[in-house]
């Protein structure tokens, strides 16, 4: 450890600093790793110092360091003992401290919006193939489109983004076979696409998916079925086909349709998805629906929240969760916490203090922009509120408190929610070659909110044909950067590091006997009777 005196590092294992005698035998006391904040409970009897990314530094008094902003180093040398040393010692007595591992600073949540997708999965030969790519993170930038059929590299393209980061290009030498459209973004980034080129004949069968949930491995979903637009009534029966499986078939159901409406519910359990499901009624006719989000991984949801009402988010909708930027948010029940957060779907997040807390510490991260601010508090009362602005499309934050002398550290999720609502109305039916009128509407947030200006455009499938959109492709990249983001966090109190769990480097090891397996067997090794021997993942063991 770091002599507080004198800032020289030292052995992990004395009580005095070898340099100029400092005591400083409580630092691991006075010290609490956890995963988002260090925490220092110094005062000016018993101050710590520890290296902050380039320099050493002095605390005496409670201090607070958020791992996603700081480096920190604790000065631990190799301690003065090892086994070897231990076991040449005749009463055979002393303690093992291996060194405290030096924290790197966190890398920061990191989000770029990218999609691209074709205007249909399947194309004949000499079609022309539409690609939409969105890339706002890159707006009014350039984008490269890289073409490969059968794995190899036919056509490249420099595509420029508007200010929207919206971009638009056409493909016509298409062949039979399996194509991939690969785009790049300058700054770093990349997103791509499948899609067939073969010979197909249009069934009169169309199936839309209405609705659909996902709840114990199961997904039921409802259809809606048109046979040459007329609602079709009558039997049909549902193919499940697994991507990991190769596109087989996996489970049939055999349901009835009634004017337009079929229901079908599938265990997907010990499969890898993700999932489409063929419609095929007694005469043939087939029609294809495709479920995005369903892969293994995807399938999972995932907590953005546990300080206080707890939040969850998933690609598949679950019963009472709701839609939010192509993806769902569900709550699930109230955890009591030092701090609680009013709402993970905000524009502004609002923590509130429970009870009275000692010094606090909010860091608020922002995925896209790659910054992080910082909120600090000397104290708060119970009742107080801490606010910070919401990004869009989330905003991740740290906080880290005292509470009754004892570290706490916690973390959450706000979605940012849209600041309007677009309603598209087209006609039901329409004849081949008829002109029809489609209105796109923009409502704000309010009746006094000023207009809202959008750009858009207007992408036109084929109900017949597989297609896909890129909001689903949008909203798996956020569910993955939160997903990454969250995953090795901490919502609990936070031990000190005498008492948090330490790996022995091997070199403590240089010297002692060679066990090998045997150590993890009942018995102790032949010369070792009565000889504890620490566990390497022990923190301090007395060997007697």
Known sequence: MFCPQCFHPNPADVQRCVRCGQDVHDFRERLFIGRQFIFVQADREHPVALRVDDAVRRFD?????????????????????TIASLLKSRRRKGRLIPPLPDQPRL????????????????????????????????????AKLEIRFAGNKVYEASLSLNQEGLALHRYADLREGEYTAVVSLEEGGQAECTFSVAEYTLSPLIATLEKHEYARDHLTFTLRLLRLSVPYAGPVEFGLQCRACGDRVIATQKVEAKEGIAQGDFDLSGHGGPFHVQVTTPDGNTALVAFPGTGAVERRRIAINRLGPVAEMGLLPWEEAQPVRGFYLGSGGVSMTPLTLESAHADVGQLQATSDLGATQVVVLDPRAGTAQVLEFPSLRRGQRVTFDVSAPYTLFTVGTFVKGKPFEGWGVVIKPVAFEARLTAPQTARPGEAIEVEIAITPPHADAPPIPAYCWLLVYDARLEHESPLPKLAKGIYESIRDATHNLALDTVASAKEQVWELPQDLFTGAPVLRGRLRSAAPPPGMEGLKIPSPMAPEEVVE
Do not use: N
């Not at 008094?61 to 003992?81: C, K, M, N, W």
């Open 107 to 142: 890398p920061h949540p990191s989000l770029q919006l990218l999609a691209v997708v074709t205007d249909r999965k399947v194309y004949r030969a000499d079609d022309e193939a539409t690609f939409f790519i969105v890339a706002p993170d890159a707006a009014g930038g350039e």
């Open 61 to 81: 008094r409670p201090t607070i360091l958020s791992r996603h902003r700081h480096a920190v180093g604790f000065g631990d040398e190799e301690p003065t003992q």
